[in-house]
C-alpha cells in the first residue's frame, strides 16, 4: 500500500489556500496511508482546520525561517517531511512556491517528480495521473514504478477537500539548516490593490483583448482611451478575469499604443497561459490556432470580432458576434451597471 503524504505550506495568516485543500482531496481519493506535511512559521491552525481529513500523521517544519518562500529552506523541509513520513507517493499543490522546489527534492530523495499533473487516479492497485503535452494539444494518462513519485497538481482542476475542522497532533521534524541556506531574505511583498488585479485564475469569466482594441476603426482613428474604459468598466462589473492575445501584450514593445494595464502575463495562447474558467469572451481578437489553443480548458466561448471569417467563426466558439466590440461592450456595460447596483 502507497504512504501518500500532501506537502502544504501555509499562507501568510497561517491558513491554507485552496490548491492545497485540492491537493488534499486528490490523494484522499487514492486510498493508501494518508500524511500531512504542513511548512510553515506556525502550522496549528492550518492542521486543526484538516484535523478531519484523515491523515495518520500531521508532520511539521515549522519556525520563522520557513514563513516565506526560499529555495534552500523549502526543499530542506519538504526533503526531511518526506523521508519521516517514509513517503511513496508526494502530491503537493503546483504553487509558485512548491513548484521552484519539487523536482530537487524529487532528485534528493531519488525519486521522480511529474509537474502540471490535472488528475491523479487509483485503479486496480495502480495510480495514474494525467498530464497535457505540447501546449494542451495532447493528453497522456502516466504511472510510474519509481518511488518516491512526486506530483505537482496545478490548482483549480479538483474541487477543494471540505470536512471537519478538529485538534490535531503535530508532530514537529527537524531541520538543521547552515547559516548558507539562509542567505536569501524576503524583505517585503509588493502586490497591486486587489481592484488593480486582473488576473483572476478563480474567476468564472475570461474576458480577452485583442490587438483589434487598439487598431484605427471606422473613423480612421484610434480609440485606446474609450477601449480602456469599456474593458475595465466589464471587468469592475463581473470581476471577470482579464486575458490578453500576444499581438495585444507585444504591441508595448513595437512602440505603439496600448492598454495601460495589459502586461505579458495576461497572454493567452500557445506561448502564453491555459487558465481554467467556465465562460470565455474574446474581443476583438482573430482567434487564431496559437491564441485559442490556449482556451482548451474555457468550457463556453464566445468571442465579437468584426471578421466574420476569424478563427472564431471556424469551430473555436459556440456564439459568434460579427459586430463591433466598442458598441456592444458599451451596451454590455449599460445592461450589467444596475445589476451591479
Ligand atoms: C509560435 C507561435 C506562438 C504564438 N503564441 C501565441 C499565443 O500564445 N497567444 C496569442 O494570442 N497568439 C500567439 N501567436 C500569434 C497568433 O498567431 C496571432 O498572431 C495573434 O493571436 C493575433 O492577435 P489578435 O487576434 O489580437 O490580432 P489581429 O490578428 O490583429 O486581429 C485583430 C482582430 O480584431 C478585429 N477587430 C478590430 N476592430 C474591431 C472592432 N471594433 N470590433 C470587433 N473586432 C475588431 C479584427 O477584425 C481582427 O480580427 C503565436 C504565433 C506563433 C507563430
Redesign the pocket.
Known amino acids: 500500500m502507497e504512504t501518500i503524504l500532501v506537502l502544504a505550506h501555509t499562507e501568510t495568516d497561517g491558513s491554507l489556500a485552496k490548491p492545497a485543500l485540492e491537493a488534499l482531496a486528490a490523494a484522499k481519493s487514492l486510498g493508501g496511508t494518508l500524511v500531512a506535511g504542513l511548512v510553515g512559521d506556525n502550522v496549528q491552525t492550518a492542521a486543526n482546520c484538516i484535523a478531519g481529513w484523515g491523515a495518520a500523521k500531521f508532520l511539521a517544519v515549522t519556525g520563522a525561517d520557513f514563513a516565506h518562500p526560499r529555495y534552500a529552506t523549502d526543499a530542506a523541509a519538504a526533503e526531511a517531511i518526506a523521508k519521516a513520513a517514509g513517503a511513496t507517493v508526494i502530491v503537493a499543490p503546483a504553487t509558485s512556491r512548491w513548484n521552484r522546489v519539487l523536482s530537487g527534492v524529487a532528485h534528493r530523495l531519488g525519486g521522480r517528480a511529474d509537474t502540471h499533473v490535472t488528475a491523479i487516479a487509483a485503479a486496480g492497485g495502480a495510480i495514474s495521473v494525467n498530464r497535457w503535452y505540447y501546449r494542451q494539444r495532447m493528453e497522456a494518462v502516466i504511472q510510474r514504478a519509481q518511488r518516491p513519485w512526486v506530483i505537482a497538481l496545478d490548482p483549480g482542476c479538483v474541487p477543494a477537500w471540505q470536512g471537519d475542522a478538529g485538534t490535531a497532533a503535530v508532530e514537529n521534524v527537524a531541520v538543521t539548516l547552515a547559516d548558507a541556506q539562509k542567505r536569501t531574505a524576503v524583505t517585503g511583498l509588493k502586490a497591486p490593490a486587489a481592484d488593480q488585479q486582473t488576473i483572476r485564475p478563480d474567476a468564472a469569466m475570461l474576458l480577452v483583448a485583442?490587438?483589434?482594441w487598439t487598431?484605427k476603426?471606422a473613423d480612421g482613428q484610434t480609440h485606446v482611451p474609450d477601449a480602456e474604459k469599456l474593458i475595465l468598466g466589464f471587468l469592475k462589473l463581473t470581476q471577470a478575469s482579464l486575458g490578453g492575445?500576444?499581438?495585444?501584450v507585444d504591441l508595448g514593445g513595437e512602440g505603439q499604443a496600448v492598454l495601460s494595464f495589459m502586461t505579458h502575463l495576461h497572454?493567452?495562447?500557445?506561448?502564453?497561459s491555459t487558465p481554467r474558467h467556465q465562460k470565455g469572451l474574446s474581443?476583438?481578437?482573430?482567434?487564431?490556432e496559437?491564441?485559442t489553443v490556449?482556451w482548451r480548458f474555457v468550457n463556453e466561448r464566445r468571442a465579437?470580432?468584426?471578421?466574420p471569417n476569424?478563427g472564431w467563426a471556424r469551430g473555436k466558439a459556440n456564439v459568434l458576434y460579427v459586430a463591433?466590440?466598442?458598441a456592444v461592450m458599451a451596451k454590455v456595460n449599460e445592461l450589467l451597471a444596475p445589476k451591479k447596483a
Open positions: 485583442g490587438a483589434g487598431k476603426q492575445s500576444k499581438s495585444l497572454q493567452i495562447g500557445q506561448t502564453g474581443t476583438c481578437c482573430h482567434g487564431e496559437p491564441h490556449g465579437i470580432s468584426l471578421d476569424c463591433d466590440a466598442f
